[in-house]
């Protein structure tokens, strides 16, 4: 499942569904990672790609969010830049994350390409409680999920 506002278009994401060969297992809504339109407990692996930093009102609301439709047990990954508008990878960050109900939350450094050579980082922690996710070698990887949200930018 993919939601955004902005970003990829909805045909290029489908084409991209289609290509990947997962269109019959995948679907796309609009709407503001800030208030999440499924229920509580829904997803085993929430990911998302350089959006948080894009978010400056309320953006603890979409760390939240992203949290509540996560299972107990469920991985969470995103990848952001180092820093942006009011915007930091450090400690406070972590500590607001641990809060917020994620556990083992780390900050992964790395080297991109794209669009140019930049660093970014992969921020990944699994929320807290009893473990409902159980040992797909794809949760453990982040890679192929039985269940996916992803969402891109929006800004106000």
């Known amino acids: 499942m993919g939601t955004w506002r902005g970003g990829t278009s909805f045909k290029t994401a489908k084409r991209n569904a289609e290509i990947e060969g997962v269109a019959d297992r995948v679907e796309f809504k609009k709407a503001d990672a800030r208030d999440i339109p499924y229920p509580d407990n829904c ?3 929430v ?3 350089f959006v948080l930093h894009m978010i400056h009102k309320n953006r603890d609301a979409a760390f939240k969010e992203m949290i509540r439709v996560l299972k107990p047990g ?6 952001e830049p180092p820093r942006g508008y009011k915007w930091g990878i450090n400690e406070d960050l972590k500590r607001k994350l ?10 992964i450094s790395m080297m991109i390409r794209y669009p140019k050579k930049r660093n970014v980082y992969i921020i990944c922690g699994e929320k807290e409680g009893k473990n409902e996710v159980q040992g797909s070698r794809y949760l453990r990887n982040f890679t192929s ?6 969402i891109t930018p929006i800004i106000k």
């Open 43 to 45: 997803f085993d692996i």
């Open 145 to 150: 999920p039985k269940t996916l949200y992803a």
């Open 98 to 107: 641990g809060n917020f109900g994620l556990k083992n939350v780390k900050f």
């Open 74 to 79: 469920g991985k969470f990954a995103i990848m």
């Open 47 to 49: 990911v998302a790609s």
